[in-house]
C-alpha cells in the first residue's frame, strides 16, 4: 500500500509538472506570436483610432452609463466574489470538486496571464478616455478574463444542464454578453478595439489548453486512485 502510495504522489507530481509546463510553454509560444505582430498593430493604428470616430457619433451620458454597467461584470470587483462562490458552490453543495479547481485554475492562471502580457507589450492606454482606468492597454485584461470565467460557466452549463433549449439559450446569451463587455470598454476609450480583440483570442485559446490539460489531470488522478483502492 505504501508503494503504491508512493507511485500515485509521484505520478501526481509529474501531471503537475506537465500542467505547469505545458501552460508555461503556450504562454511562451503565444506572446511570441504576438510580439512578431507587434509592428503590424503599430502601423495600423490608424484602424483603432477610425473606430473611435465612428462610436463618438452615438456617445451620450444614456449610453455612457450602460457601457459603464455592462463593464463592471469584467472587473475584479465582479470576478473575485464570484470565483470564490462558485468555488465553495461546486466544491461544498454540489461535491463536484473537480469543478471548483477548475474555477480557480483558470481564473488565477488567465490573470497572470493578463499581467504578463500587459507587462511584456507595455502599450499604453487611449487618450481621452470616457471613464478612469489605471495600468497598461494591451491586451485587455477585460476581454481575457471575460472571456475565460464566461466561457467556462458555458462549458459548465453544456456539462450539466440536459434541456437544450435552456442551456443553448444560456450559452448564446453568455456570447452576447461576453460581446457587450468587450464593446463597452472601446466605447469608454479605455482600450483600443485591436486590444479587447487580441483579448479574446488570448482568453479562448487559454481557456481551451487549461481544461484539455485538466481534464488530463483529472482522469489521471480518478485512475491512480482507482488503483490505490
Known amino acids: 500500500m505504501a508503494k503504491k502510495k508512493m507511485q500515485f504522489w509521484t505520478g501526481t507530481a509529474l501531471v503537475s509538472a506537465e500542467v505547469v509546463t505545458n501552460l508555461v510553454l503556450f504562454a511562451g509560444v503565444f506572446s511570441g506570436l504576438i510580439f512578431l505582430i507587434r509592428p503590424y498593430m503599430r502601423k495600423h493604428k490608424k484602424t483603432d483610432l477610425r473606430v473611435f470616430e465612428l462610436i463618438k457619433k452615438h456617445t451620450s ?119 457587450l463587455i468587450g464593446f463597452s470598454r472601446v466605447y469608454l476609450r479605455v482600450h483600443y478595439a485591436s486590444d479587447v480583440a487580441v483579448g479574446y483570442i488570448t482568453g479562448a485559446l487559454w481557456l481551451i489548453i487549461s481544461l484539455k490539460v485538466l481534464k488530463r489531470m483529472e482522469y489521471y488522478m480518478l485512475f491512480a486512485r482507482h488503483r490505490i483502492a
Not at 511584456?120 to 477585460?142: D, I, M, V
Open 61 to 179: 451620458e444614456r449610453n455612457t452609463k450602460l457601457m459603464s454597467f455592462f463593464t463592471f461584470f469584467g472587473t475584479h470587483k465582479f470576478f473575485i466574489p464570484v470565483n470564490l462562490f462558485l468555488i465553495l458552490y461546486f466544491l461544498l453543495i454540489r461535491k463536484r470538486s473537480w469543478f471548483s479547481i477548475r474555477v480557480a485554475s483558470v481564473a488565477i492562471s488567465s490573470l497572470a496571464l493578463m499581467f504578463f502580457l500587459k507587462y511584456l507589450f507595455h502599450r499604453n492606454r487611449p487618450l481621452y478616455p470616457l471613464k478612469t482606468a489605471k495600468g497598461l492597454s494591451f491586451p485587455s485584461g477585460h476581454a481575457i478574463m471575460s472571456v475565460t470565467f464566461y466561457g467556462l460557466l458555458m462549458y459548465v452549463i453544456a456539462q450539466t444542464i440536459k434541456n437544450k433549449p435552456v442551456k443553448w439559450s444560456l450559452i448564446i446569451g453568455l456570447c452576447i454578453f461576453i460581446q
